[in-house]
């Protein structure tokens, strides 16, 4: 009788998580770690985990994001996609390829300056591939969307919505990974 | 025998270089960190004046700060996020905008999340409404007085030496093609379409939609009930003739702007 009320109340808990994560209460999504403490006690860490294997059923993950020192209390949760989209889906989502290849391009290189640039020489690169207008356009709304954080110097850094939403290790590994179309037809061809 | 200029250019070269590997990314390799101390020691007993101390001071100091981002530079390189960065580069210079978007999609694992009104939002809303002032009340509350439109040209501008007319024409086509692209067929929101990342850039975005909206580039529609400016894009300039036009004046501070750049 009292572990069916436990498995009940566990249910409860799982339920509660999931409206947490799933619906925004606040300016950004995700629950900080503190609200789920509050919401579903101590133990909420090992509710999530059940949460977890229920989302992985649809294809869905809880991602932790850290904010500032591990183990403190500013860790943040949200729910992400477990896999990722085709781009061919990508673009039902409201993205354009301009786009992506603007964030893809602005983070590796940001990255690749061990995670902080300055804006200028984003731009510049950018510029060698995309009307200026865009560049600008692009960036303003990704820093508004926290794809990408911009100081009070100009300095471009990775954003939260980044490390919640992009492996960046599979970024630059993709990157580099990845041929040119007409190099790898090259190859191909008979000596 | 090194000069009191050439002292104080030494210093204020290391200082300059030290800020550069802090503030602009250059690599704090690239800095020759023990000939640069050996050069100060070398100095350090001609120095006489506070000033020459001082910039010895900031100059050992930004030396210091150098290896420290060596330090973390060897702690990032052994991460497992480093690639090399030349290679990097070369593969954003070599590909096509397509495989970069394919790239970025292969390692996006987008966040789900709904929106929904909860009860209190509803109570607030039915709250706004029934306190909601009748249109005649609100309007003759608008902060907005009808003028008789001025005379702004671009022959002004191009007569004091600001702008050419060819390069003003070829920047309201440019602003006139950004805001069809944003307005999508429809109409965009005024400020959202002059927000800009700086307060300068954002009035000179609000100064050329003058330009848009005074050459028939597009049409500005005030919704003093929703407080909301709209511009339309039209297709092709349009020449305002038997029209009634008027001057709506816009204000835009610093305060507005920095408040709705943080609501984003």
Redesign the interface.
């Known amino acids: 009788m009292a572990e069916e009320k436990d498995v009940v109340e566990l249910r409860e808990k799982v339920a509660r998580a999931a409206q947490l994560l799933?619906?925004?209460r606040h300016?950004q999504?995700?629950v900080k770690a503190w609200e789920l403490k509050r919401d579903l006690g101590r133990n909420y860490a090992e509710i999530l985990k059940v949460l977890d294997g229920e989302l992985q059923k649809l294809g869905?993950?809880v991602?932790k994001v850290s904010e500032g020192e591990e183990g403190s209390e500013s860790v943040r949760y949200?729910?992400?996609?477990?896999?990722?989209?085709?781009?061919s889906e990508?673009r039902t989502?409201g993205w354009r390829?301009?786009d992506?290849?603007i964030?893809?391009?602005s983070?590796?290189?940001i990255?690749?300056?061990?995670g902080?640039?300055?804006l200028k020489e984003v731009e510049r690169?950018l510029g060698?591939?995309?009307p200026r207008?865009r560049v600008?356009?692009d960036?303003?709304r990704f820093?508004?969307?926290g794809y990408l954080e911009?100081d009070d110097?100009g300095?471009l850094y990775v954003g939260w919505?980044t490390r919640?939403?992009?492996?960046?290790?599979?970024?630059?590994?993709?990157?580099?990974g990845?041929e040119?179309?007409g190099k790898e037809s090259e190859g191909q061809a008979p000596k | 025998m090194v000069g009191d200029r050439e002292r104080k250019e030494l210093m204020l070269r290391i200082i300059d270089l030290c800020e550069s590997v802090s503030g602009r990314g250059v690599d704090p390799f690239d800095v020759e960190v023990k000939e640069f101390f050996e050069r100060l020691r070398e100095i350090l007993p001609k120095l006489r004046e506070r000033e020459e101390l001082f910039l010895d001071i900031e100059a050992v100091l930004g030396l210091a700060n150098v290896v420290f981002h060596q330090g973390e530079w060897i702690k990032y390189k052994s991460s497992m996020l480093y690639f090399d960065p030349m290679l990097i580069m070369w593969k954003l210079h070599a590909l096509p905008p397509s495989e970069l978007a394919e790239v970025f999609a292969g390692s996006w694992h987008p966040i789900l999340d709904m929106e929904c009104i909860s009860p209190h939002g509803i109570k607030e809303a039915m709250d706004y409404w029934t306190n909601l002032p009748s249109l005649e009340d609100r309007g003759a509350k608008l902060d907005a007085v009808e003028v008789l439109p001025g005379e702004i040209a671009a022959q002004e501008l191009e007569r004091l030496g600001v702008l050419s007319e060819e390069e003003f024409v070829a920047t309201l086509e440019r602003a006139w093609k950004e805001l069809k692209g944003k307005a999508n067929g429809g109409e965009i929101s005024y400020w959202d379409f002059i927000a800009a990342r700086t307060f300068e850039r954002t009035v000179s975005r609000a100064w050329l939609v003058s330009f848009l909206v005074s050459y028939g580039y597009a049409t500005l529609e005030v919704k003093p009930l929703e407080e909301e400016i709209l511009l339309k894009p039209l297709p092709k300039p349009m020449k305002l003739e038997r029209v009634v036009t008027f001057s709506v004046p816009i204000a835009i501070s610093r305060s507005e702007w920095l408040r709705r750049r943080s609501h984003g």
């Open positions: 799933l619906y925004r300016m999504p995700g869905l993950t991602k949200f729910v992400t996609m477990r896999g990722h989209p085709p781009v990508v989502f390829i301009d992506m290849a964030l893809a391009v983070l590796s290189y990255l690749s300056k061990r902080k640039a300055p690169i060698e591939k995309f207008w600008e356009q960036i303003d820093i508004r969307r911009e110097e300095v919505r919640a939403e992009v492996d960046q290790k599979a970024l630059l590994g993709l990157l580099l990845r040119k179309k």
